[in-house]
């Protein structure tokens, strides 16, 4: 079971929108919506961000939102903060009924 | 308040045993799958595998299969990770995550516990 595949890295300024893609095939990302998002900050455990591709859980910022198209998942962070510079990792269902995470994207706030 | 608090650091030697814990509280620990994640040093997320505790149904990933074992003990709300014999490559922390209840995603996460293994 190969990673999916995210951007090793993007970066953004204070108020402006970022989107970290999330490759897969349609044995995961494409074949079902159970796409979920973790932010982790350096040090600390993932948390989560985004489930069921596009649902946020209680307590998360408007901020971030999710969507996909085909076996590409995308999480959207909007009005950007110094606070959500952190690694960002996307995961999926399998068809095996694993899971498999992206290798990761490290978002910089400029 | 939901809470999964693991066992601490731990130092081995290649070749030795370990089995590190993951202990569930603040909700109904039987109900809910139990995952572990590693994440090597400057390295991603990667997933080991998945238990259910009330009856031990286990997933491995392939990576990992054969390698660990999950295992679980219902009495004591408490999830485990276990190795036979340690390699150098598994130095690592490694995390416990609870999946939601309806869905497959992974809503609380433990602390994460060290483990580094000398050769």
């Known amino acids: 079971q190969s990673a999916l595949t995210q951007p090793a890295s993007v970066s953004g300024s204070p108020g402006q929108s970022i989107t970290i893609s999330c490759t897969g095939t349609?044995?995961?990302?494409?074949?079902?919506?159970?796409v979920s998002w973790y932010q982790q900050h350096p040090g600390k455990a993932p948390k989560l961000i985004i489930y069921?591709?596009?649902h946020r859980p209680s307590g998360v910022s408007s901020r971030f939102s999710g969507s996909k198209s085909g076996n590409t998942a995308s999480l959207t962070i909007s009005g950007l903060q110094a606070e959500d510079e952190a690694d960002y990792y996307c995961?999926?269902?399998?068809?095996?009924?694993?899971?498999?995470f992206g290798g990761g994207t490290k978002l910089t706030v400029l | 308040e939901v809470q999964l608090v693991q066992s601490g650091a731990e130092v081995k030697k290649a070749g030795e045993s370990l089995k590190i814990s993951c202990q569930g509280s603040?909700?109904?620990?039987?109900?809910?799958?139990i995952t572990w994640v590693r994440q090597m040093p400057g390295k991603g997320l990667e997933w080991m595998g998945i238990?259910?505790?009330?009856?031990?149904?286990?997933t491995y990933s392939p990576s990992f299969q054969g390698q660990v074992t999950l295992s679980a003990d219902k009495s004591s709300n408490t999830a485990y990770l276990q190795w036979r014999s340690l390699k150098a490559s598994d130095t690592a922390m490694y995390y416990c995550?609870?999946?939601?209840?309806?869905?497959?995603?992974?809503?609380?996460w433990g602390q994460g516990t060290l483990v580094t293994v000398s050769s």
């Open positions: 995550a609870r999946r939601a209840a309806a869905g497959k995603e992974f809503d609380y």
């Open positions: 603040g909700y109904s620990f039987t109900n809910y799958w």
């Open positions: 238990i259910y505790p009330p009856d031990s149904d286990t």
């Open positions: 349609s044995s995961d990302v494409g074949g079902y919506n159970y």
């Open positions: 069921d591709v596009s």
């Open positions: 995961c999926s269902y399998t068809s095996s009924t694993t899971r498999v």
